[in-house]
Every structure is written in structure tokens, then in C-alpha cells.
């Protein structure tokens, strides 16, 4: 059975959804999205991704379809039509399709709405116990990375080297200082505290990033919202990841140097464990 998705208020397959080839989307990246995750059934941090979809609307001067405050229905109705209960979810929202092809905004635009159930990635299962490998890559991007555009070039790019090089992920790195992944958020213990850059223009203020600092709040655990340089990541207690798709990934190698002592670190493994009680988990 194919999957069915949403798009422009229709509900349809996969295979039979199309758009203009004039879509913003595809000839100028004219577009933002957002990924959440269903954990049997029901959307996790739904509020936080809407209103980040919303920041990065206004961030884009997208105006957005007048199908977003049905979203949350939206994404109801394809859980049950597909009958999906682990799942992510795909957003997007284009300036549509526009004649002729010109930079600036059209007069009308007609904006475009996805919704689209995606599989959830699988990681190997000894991830979350063993750790991945990273590597760093020049952090070229632009100085709005707080706006989650789908102008990903950069980090395909990044991504893409990172596998070649036997990675799992690539950090990026400006002027010296880590400042995220290429679709994770990077935090490190560093002296005994969890530092993790700033929420600024720097990086993508990650949902999963903002769960797991009010977790290790309530743990107890002394964090620092602080830019941290590469040289203090080389010499880390500890490192890990976080996305909406990875959870709390921990690190044990970066440019193949171990991070402590090569093994998950105690203040991460408590933050995977914490992270999974607050889902619930899918497995
Ligand atoms: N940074 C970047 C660049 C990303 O693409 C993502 C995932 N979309 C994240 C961080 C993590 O964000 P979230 O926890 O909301 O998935």
C-alpha cells in the first residue's frame, strides 16, 4: 500500500502528488520545513516545531499557507490513513510556484504545503551504547541558521564527506569555535559542565537541543549555553548529538582522536536514558 500525504489540501499517494516545475522550491531552495516525530501514535513537541516552523516563516518573509493552523489534524489523519505509529514527520512550505523565474518575491504567491510521513532513519544498534565517529568541516553556511530553510547544500555537502571519510556525522566549525552538526545539534562536558553553543543565528535552535537542557536542569546537571572552541571538543569529558531522528547520540571519536576515553560518558548516558523515559521510546 503506498503511503498518502498531504499536499495543497489534497490527501494523496505518494506517487501521485506532483508539483510545478516553476515551484520556488525546487529552482531557488525558496522554502522552509521542519521534522517531528511520532512515538506510538503522537506527535512529540508538536507545539515547539510549529512555532519554530512559524520563526522561520517570518525569518523567510514566507507567507505562510492558511492549512498551518490545521496541521496538527493534518498529521492525525495521515497517522491514521497510513497507520503509522514511530514515524517522522516531513514539512515543507515553498513560496510556490511563480512565472517568470525572478528572484524577487512574486506579487501573489501561492505558497506550497507537504506534509509527508518519512521512515525513521535507523541507526546501528550499538549507536547509542559504542558511540559514532565524527569529523570537522569549515562551517561555510550563512549567518541565519536559525532559520530552517531547505538550502542545504552546505550540509549535504558536509554530510556527504563525513561518510566518505567513515563518519557518522560532521561538525561544523567557524572561526575555531564548534558550532553544530550538519542535522544535529553538538554539546560537549567540558570541566564538568555541558556546554552547548548559543540558540543565536548561529545554529538551528534544535527541539531535541531544548529537551535535553531542561532534562539535565532537572537533573542536576551544571550546563553552560557557551560557545565552546575546537581545541575544548578535542579535549572533552564527553560529547554528544542531538536531533529530532538521532535522539541523543553520544560521540567517542572527532577526526580521530577518542573523546575521553572512547566510550559514552556518564553524563551523556544519562541524558540518552532520560531523554528515551520522557518519549516513552519506540522500540
Ligand atoms: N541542526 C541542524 C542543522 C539540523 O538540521 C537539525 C535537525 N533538523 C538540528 C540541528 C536538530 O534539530 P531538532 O532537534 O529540532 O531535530
Keep these: ?34 521534522v517531528l516525530r511520532l512515538y506510538r501514535g503522537h506527535p512529540f513537541q508538536l507545539e515547539a516545531h510549529l512555532q519554530r516552523l512559524r520563526r522561520s516563516a517570518q525569518g523567510a518573509r514566507l507567507p505562510l499557507p492558511q492549512a498551518v493552523p490545521d496541521l496538527p489534524a493534518i ?12 514515524t517522522s514527520i516531513y514539512i515543507e512550505c515553498t513560496r510556490g510556484a511563480a512565472h517568470p523565474r525572478t528572484h524577487a518575491f512574486p506579487a501573489e504567491p501561492h505558497p506550497t504545503l507537504l506534509v509527508m510521513p518519512q521512515s525513521i532513519y535507523t ?9 559514532v565517529s565524527t569529523v570537522t568541516v569549515p562551517d561555510l553556511r550563512w549567518r541565519r541558521c536559525d532559520i530552517k530553510s531547505i538550502m542545504l547544500l552546505p550540509n549535504i555537502l558536509a554530510k556527504q564527506q563525513a561518510r566518505e571519510q567513515g563518519a557518522f556525522e560532521a ?11 550538519s542535522s544535529m ?20 535552535a534544535g527541539i ?7 532534562l539535565a536542569a532537572e537533573l542536576g546537571i551544571a550546563i553552560g549555553e557557551q560557545t565552546f572552541t575546537l ?26 582522536r577518542p573523546i575521553g576515553n572512547g566510550r559514552p560518558g556518564p553524563v551523556t548516558m544519562r541524558l540518552v536514558e532520560a531523554f528515551r523515559q520522557k518519549t516513552g521510546g519506540w522500540r
Design 1 to 34: 500500500m503506498s503511503t498518502v500525504i498531504y499536499l495543497n489540501g489534497e490527501y494523496l499517494p505518494l506517487e501521485k502528488a506532483t508539483v510545478s516545475v516553476e515551484e520556488r522550491g525546487f529552482l531557488f531552495a525558496d522554502g522552509i520545513y521542519e
Design 75 to 86: 498529521i492525525e489523519r495521515l497517522a491514521a490513513e497510513n497507520d503509522l505509529h514511530d
Design 123 to 131: 541507526l546501528p544498534a550499538d549507536a547509542f551504547t559504542r558511540g
Design 171 to 181: 561538525i561544523f566549525v567557524r572561526d575555531g569555535v564548534v558550532t553544530e552538526g
Design 185 to 204: 545539534n553538538t554539546f560537549a562536558v567540558i570541566d564538568g559542565t555541558l556546554a552547548t553553543h548559543p540558540a543565536d543565528q548561529g545554529i538551528l
Design 208 to 214: 531535541t537541543r531544548q529537551v535535553v537542557l531542561a
Design 231 to 256: 581545541e575544548q571538543m578535542y579535549n572533552a569529558q564527553e560529547a554528544f548529538l542531538t536531533s529530532t531522528s538521532a535522539e541523543v547520540l553520544p560521540i567517542t571519536q572527532i577526526d580521530g
